[in-house]
């Protein structure tokens, strides 16, 4: 096989890498591995704990604020968290385009080229 070549996965097994990188996934991980209820981090949010169950099933997005909230209140790292949660965006944002892939090419040129004006 040579590994140059790009693999086709099934679209189901795609969709649950996707899932399982996913900002709600992981903030479902870590309230999980603490053992805490839904009621404690919504609370901790301000927000109802259907919203934040929401959330975490990927059917909500989250806030900028309530992503570095959440990095603090887990003591997670908060870029890994931002970095899910951009993805996440960026994912929603392009998933049914077709021309997703060349998009994204763009957009980085676009940012390379906004960050040396600076």
């Not at 679209?11 to 899932?19: D, H, N, T």
């Amino acid at each position: 096989m040579e590994y140059n070549k790009v693999v086709s996965l099934p679209k189901i097994v795609k969709m649950i890498f996707i899932k399982m990188n996913s900002f709600g996934h992981r903030i479902r991980e870590l309230r999980e591995k603490r053992q805490l209820p839904l009621r404690t981090v919504a609370a901790f949010l301000d927000i109802d704990q259907a919203i934040l169950s929401r959330m975490e099933r990927g059917q909500r997005k989250a806030s900028r604020e309530q992503v570095v909230k959440l990095s603090e209140y887990f003591c997670a790292d908060e870029n890994e968290l931002l970095l899910a949660w951009l993805s996440d965006k960026v994912v929603y944002a392009l998933a049914d385009e077709e021309m997703a892939m060349d998009a994204l090419l763009v957009a980085e040129d676009q940012i390379k080229y906004l960050k040396t004006k600076k």
